[in-house]
T-cell receptor
Framework: EPEVTQTPSHQVTQMGQEVILRCVPI?????FYWYRQILGQKVEFLVS????????KSEIFDDQFSVERPDGSNFTLKIRSTKLEDSAMYFC???????????????????FGPGTRLSVT | GEDVEQSLFLSVREGDSSVINCTYT??????LYWYKQEPGAGLQLLTY?????DMKQDQRLTVLLNKKDKHLSLRIADTQTGDSAIYFC??????????FGSGTRLQVQP
Protein backbone atom coordinates (compact mmCIF):
# COMPACT_ATOMS: atom_id res chain seq x y z
CA GLU A 1 0.00 0.00 0.00
CA PRO A 2 1.44 3.40 -0.94
CA GLU A 3 2.30 5.71 1.92
CA VAL A 4 3.58 9.18 2.72
CA THR A 5 7.14 9.21 4.05
CA GLN A 6 8.90 11.91 6.04
CA THR A 7 12.52 12.59 6.96
CA PRO A 8 14.08 12.96 9.39
CA SER A 9 12.01 11.27 12.08
CA HIS A 10 13.55 13.53 14.72
CA GLN A 11 15.34 16.87 14.22
CA VAL A 12 17.06 18.74 17.00
CA THR A 13 18.07 22.31 16.29
CA GLN A 14 19.13 25.42 18.13
CA MET A 15 16.94 28.48 18.36
CA GLY A 16 17.48 30.78 15.40
CA GLN A 17 18.65 28.04 13.06
CA GLU A 18 16.93 27.12 9.80
CA VAL A 19 15.42 23.68 9.38
CA ILE A 20 14.01 21.87 6.39
CA LEU A 21 11.55 19.05 6.89
CA ARG A 22 11.08 16.68 4.00
CA CYS A 23 8.14 14.69 2.77
CA VAL A 24 7.55 12.32 -0.12
CA PRO A 25 3.81 12.30 -0.85
CA ILE A 26 1.95 9.42 -2.43
CA UNK A 27 2.67 9.44 -6.14
CA UNK A 28 -0.19 10.70 -8.31
CA UNK A 29 -1.53 12.83 -5.47
CA UNK A 30 -1.98 16.46 -6.37
CA UNK A 31 -2.61 18.17 -3.04
CA PHE A 32 -0.04 18.43 -0.28
CA TYR A 33 -0.38 19.62 3.28
CA TRP A 34 1.61 20.37 6.41
CA TYR A 35 0.14 20.13 9.89
CA ARG A 36 1.74 20.34 13.29
CA GLN A 37 0.96 18.99 16.72
CA ILE A 38 2.46 20.58 19.79
CA LEU A 39 2.90 17.97 22.51
CA GLY A 40 -0.42 17.15 24.13
CA GLN A 41 -2.41 19.44 21.87
CA LYS A 42 -4.59 19.04 18.82
CA VAL A 43 -3.32 18.76 15.28
CA GLU A 44 -3.26 22.17 13.59
CA PHE A 45 -3.25 22.97 9.89
CA LEU A 46 -0.35 24.99 8.53
CA VAL A 47 -0.54 25.09 4.75
CA SER A 48 -1.82 23.36 1.64
CA UNK A 49 -0.14 23.31 -1.74
CA UNK A 50 -1.50 22.59 -5.20
CA UNK A 51 -0.24 23.19 -8.69
CA UNK A 52 3.05 24.61 -7.37
CA UNK A 53 1.50 27.25 -5.20
CA UNK A 54 0.01 27.70 -1.76
CA UNK A 55 -3.75 27.16 -1.91
CA UNK A 56 -4.57 27.77 1.74
CA LYS A 57 -2.64 28.72 4.88
CA SER A 58 -3.39 29.28 8.53
CA GLU A 59 -2.43 32.13 10.85
CA ILE A 60 0.41 29.98 12.14
CA PHE A 61 2.06 29.94 8.73
CA ASP A 62 3.81 33.30 8.94
CA ASP A 63 6.85 34.64 7.09
CA GLN A 64 9.15 32.29 8.97
CA PHE A 65 7.63 29.36 7.09
CA SER A 66 7.86 28.41 3.45
CA VAL A 67 7.04 25.36 1.36
CA GLU A 68 8.46 24.06 -1.83
CA ARG A 69 8.15 21.18 -4.22
CA PRO A 70 11.68 21.23 -5.61
CA ASP A 71 11.25 18.18 -7.84
CA GLY A 72 8.56 15.70 -8.82
CA SER A 73 8.62 13.80 -5.56
CA ASN A 74 9.65 15.89 -2.54
CA PHE A 75 7.60 18.42 -0.64
CA THR A 76 9.48 20.48 1.94
CA LEU A 77 8.67 22.77 4.84
CA LYS A 78 11.32 25.31 5.77
CA ILE A 79 11.39 27.23 9.02
CA ARG A 80 13.79 30.12 8.58
CA SER A 81 14.67 31.01 12.14
CA THR A 82 13.32 28.51 14.62
CA LYS A 83 11.82 29.51 17.93
CA LEU A 84 11.30 27.42 21.04
CA GLU A 85 7.56 27.38 20.37
CA ASP A 86 8.16 25.72 16.99
CA SER A 87 8.93 22.50 18.86
CA ALA A 88 6.24 20.08 17.72
CA MET A 89 5.50 17.06 15.60
CA TYR A 90 5.14 18.09 11.97
CA PHE A 91 2.96 15.96 9.75
CA CYS A 92 2.87 15.96 5.99
CA UNK A 93 -0.24 14.74 4.19
CA UNK A 94 -1.22 14.22 0.59
CA UNK A 95 -4.48 13.67 -1.18
CA UNK A 96 -6.52 14.50 -4.22
CA UNK A 97 -5.42 11.53 -6.26
CA UNK A 98 -7.53 9.76 -8.81
CA UNK A 99 -8.25 6.08 -8.54
CA UNK A 100 -5.44 4.26 -10.23
CA UNK A 101 -5.38 0.59 -11.00
CA UNK A 102 -5.64 -1.56 -7.90
CA UNK A 103 -5.07 1.35 -5.52
CA UNK A 104 -8.15 2.10 -3.46
CA UNK A 105 -7.47 5.72 -2.68
CA UNK A 106 -10.61 7.81 -2.50
CA UNK A 107 -10.29 11.22 -4.03
CA UNK A 108 -9.74 14.03 -1.52
CA UNK A 109 -8.94 11.79 1.43
CA UNK A 110 -5.78 13.03 3.14
CA UNK A 111 -3.17 10.45 4.07
CA PHE A 112 -0.62 11.37 6.69
CA GLY A 113 3.05 10.59 7.02
CA PRO A 114 4.60 9.36 10.28
CA GLY A 115 5.72 12.85 11.26
CA THR A 116 8.97 14.62 12.10
CA ARG A 117 9.54 15.54 15.71
CA LEU A 118 11.22 18.96 15.81
CA SER A 119 12.95 19.89 19.04
CA VAL A 120 14.20 23.47 19.30
CA THR A 121 16.64 24.07 22.15
CA GLY B 1 -14.28 29.42 12.41
CA GLU B 2 -14.85 25.71 12.26
CA ASP B 3 -14.70 23.79 15.49
CA VAL B 4 -14.61 20.09 16.35
CA GLU B 5 -15.28 18.90 19.88
CA GLN B 6 -14.63 15.55 21.51
CA SER B 7 -14.70 14.21 25.01
CA LEU B 8 -11.19 13.79 26.38
CA PHE B 9 -11.22 10.34 27.89
CA LEU B 10 -13.00 7.01 27.64
CA SER B 11 -12.28 3.86 29.60
CA VAL B 12 -13.74 0.46 28.68
CA ARG B 13 -13.13 -3.17 29.52
CA GLU B 14 -11.63 -5.52 26.98
CA GLY B 15 -14.37 -7.15 24.91
CA ASP B 16 -16.85 -4.32 25.44
CA SER B 17 -17.87 -1.86 22.75
CA SER B 18 -16.40 1.63 22.77
CA VAL B 19 -18.28 4.65 21.47
CA ILE B 20 -16.37 7.85 20.84
CA ASN B 21 -18.41 10.93 20.07
CA CYS B 22 -17.63 14.09 18.15
CA THR B 23 -19.52 17.24 17.24
CA TYR B 24 -18.60 19.74 14.57
CA THR B 25 -19.86 23.14 13.51
CA UNK B 26 -19.06 23.50 9.81
CA UNK B 27 -22.17 22.84 7.74
CA UNK B 28 -20.10 22.67 4.58
CA UNK B 29 -18.14 19.63 5.80
CA UNK B 30 -18.07 16.98 3.13
CA UNK B 31 -15.71 14.50 4.72
CA LEU B 32 -15.52 13.34 8.30
CA TYR B 33 -12.64 11.25 9.49
CA TRP B 34 -11.42 9.19 12.37
CA TYR B 35 -7.67 8.95 12.93
CA LYS B 36 -5.88 6.84 15.50
CA GLN B 37 -2.65 7.93 17.18
CA GLU B 38 -0.62 5.60 19.34
CA PRO B 39 1.98 7.05 21.74
CA GLY B 40 4.81 8.75 19.86
CA ALA B 41 3.41 7.68 16.52
CA GLY B 42 1.79 9.32 13.53
CA LEU B 43 -1.83 9.62 12.48
CA GLN B 44 -3.36 6.44 11.14
CA LEU B 45 -6.49 6.92 9.05
CA LEU B 46 -9.03 4.52 10.51
CA THR B 47 -12.08 5.35 8.49
CA TYR B 48 -13.97 8.20 6.91
CA UNK B 49 -17.49 8.96 5.89
CA UNK B 50 -18.93 11.28 3.28
CA UNK B 51 -21.48 13.78 4.51
CA UNK B 52 -24.21 12.28 2.33
CA UNK B 53 -24.00 8.99 4.25
CA ASP B 54 -25.56 8.06 7.57
CA MET B 55 -23.50 5.05 8.44
CA LYS B 56 -20.41 3.21 7.41
CA GLN B 57 -19.24 -0.15 8.70
CA ASP B 58 -15.74 -1.52 8.33
CA GLN B 59 -15.06 -4.74 10.26
CA ARG B 60 -15.15 -3.80 13.97
CA LEU B 61 -15.66 -0.11 13.23
CA THR B 62 -19.04 1.57 12.76
CA VAL B 63 -19.31 5.26 12.00
CA LEU B 64 -22.63 7.01 12.49
CA LEU B 65 -23.30 10.49 11.17
CA ASN B 66 -26.19 12.69 12.20
CA LYS B 67 -25.82 15.59 9.82
CA LYS B 68 -28.74 17.51 11.26
CA ASP B 69 -27.14 17.57 14.72
CA LYS B 70 -23.58 17.64 13.30
CA HIS B 71 -22.74 14.63 15.42
CA LEU B 72 -20.33 11.86 14.48
CA SER B 73 -19.58 8.72 16.43
CA LEU B 74 -17.13 5.86 16.16
CA ARG B 75 -18.09 2.51 17.61
CA ILE B 76 -15.39 -0.10 18.11
CA ALA B 77 -16.85 -3.56 18.68
CA ASP B 78 -15.05 -6.10 20.87
CA THR B 79 -12.48 -3.55 22.01
CA GLN B 80 -8.97 -4.95 22.49
CA THR B 81 -6.01 -3.66 24.49
CA GLY B 82 -4.35 -2.85 21.17
CA ASP B 83 -7.11 -0.32 20.55
CA SER B 84 -5.78 1.85 23.38
CA ALA B 85 -4.77 5.12 21.72
CA ILE B 86 -5.94 8.65 21.07
CA TYR B 87 -8.72 8.93 18.52
CA PHE B 88 -9.09 12.15 16.57
CA CYS B 89 -12.21 13.24 14.79
CA UNK B 90 -11.62 15.59 11.86
CA UNK B 91 -13.66 17.28 9.17
CA UNK B 92 -12.97 18.97 5.87
CA UNK B 93 -14.81 20.50 2.97
CA UNK B 94 -13.52 18.94 -0.21
CA UNK B 95 -9.75 19.20 -0.46
CA UNK B 96 -9.53 21.95 2.14
CA UNK B 97 -7.61 21.68 5.36
CA UNK B 98 -8.72 19.27 8.02
CA UNK B 99 -9.97 20.64 11.31
CA PHE B 100 -9.20 18.24 14.14
CA GLY B 101 -10.78 17.72 17.50
CA SER B 102 -8.64 17.56 20.61
CA GLY B 103 -8.68 13.77 20.61
CA THR B 104 -10.26 11.17 22.88
CA ARG B 105 -7.90 8.99 24.85
CA LEU B 106 -9.28 5.44 24.87
CA GLN B 107 -8.05 3.24 27.68
CA VAL B 108 -8.88 -0.45 27.44
CA GLN B 109 -8.67 -2.36 30.68
CA PRO B 110 -7.96 -6.09 30.57
Amino acid sequence: EPEVTQTPSHQVTQMGQEVILRCVPISNHLYFYWYRQILGQKVEFLVSFYNNEISEKSEIFDDQFSVERPDGSNFTLKIRSTKLEDSAMYFCASGGGARTGSLNLAKNIQYFGPGTRLSVT
Amino acid sequence: GEDVEQSLFLSVREGDSSVINCTYTDSSSTYLYWYKQEPGAGLQLLTYIFSNMDMKQDQRLTVLLNKKDKHLSLRIADTQTGDSAIYFCAESAGRRALTFGSGTRLQVQP
